[in-house]
T-cell receptor, first 113, second 110 residues
């Protein structure tokens, strides 16, 4: 199957700093990518839909000014957590669509101190 | 309100036992998917069921899609410690968004 990578796989940052997470589709082009957040012992919650060349669509309750999404090319979407706080500590997972199937990245563990 | 419900939420069984996990919704879906996720990793697709009443088998795993396409079940025969993980059902909504159920955390004890 198609491969989706994320970078970094884990990051620790201080409160108030910004963190950028990259999501890449390695062997296919993805016009649409999705960002999820997963807290411990919980399921994946969709945060936003990232469309190449246009603004992201955010789910209800997700602050678009805090979670900046850029989908500059057909193989790369980035999620920037701005002014991170401890409550933003979570597992962030992206996915990319290829036809009818979605492929998930390995996730990025963010810890905000 | 969860679009997809799963039960049980947690399950701890001995190696060799059988188990069934359920995924239910009040909505009708064109397809349902089952994923397995291990700690610190992304979810991995196990199967997609499309036709009402469909049964798919993947080694010791049997997946069924309800006739009305509102529910699905996952049955594992002779569970092994390697089956331990979080089992998630998922469905596509509008704009190809995939939304997940709350998950069933399975622990198989050797």
């Amino acid at each position: 199957g198609a491969v989706v990578s994320q970078h970094p796989s884990w990051v620790i940052c201080k409160s108030g700093t910004s963190v950028k997470i990259e999501c890449r589709s390695l062997d296919f082009q993805a016009t649409t990518m999705f960002w999820y957040r997963q807290f411990p012992k919980q399921s994946l919650m969709l945060m936003a839909t990232s469309n190449e060349g246009s603004k992201a669509t955010y789910e209800q309750g997700v602050e678009k000014d805090k979670f900046l999404i850029n989908h500059a090319s057909l193989t790369l979407s980035t999620l920037t957590v701005t002014s991170a706080h401890p409550e933003d500590s979570s597992f962030y997972i992206c996915s990319a669509s290829s036809g009818d199937e979605q492929f998930f990245g390995p996730g990025t563990r963010l810890t905000v101190l | 309100t969860q679009l997809l419900e799963q039960s049980p939420q947690f399950l701890s069984i001995q190696e060799g036992e059988n188990l069934t996990v359920y995924c239910n919704s009040s909505s009708v879906f064109s397809s349902l998917q089952w994923y397995r996720q291990e700690p610190g990793e992304g979810p991995v697709l196990l199967v997609t069921v499309v036709t009402g009443g469909e049964v798919k088998k993947l080694k010791r795993l049997t997946f069924q899609f309800g006739d009305a396409r509102k529910d699905s079940s996952l049955h594992i025969t002779a569970a092994q410690p390697g089956d331990t993980g979080l089992y998630l059902c998922a469905a596509k909504t509008s704009y190809d968004k995939v939304i997940f159920g709350p998950g069933t955390s399975l622990s198989v004890i050797p």
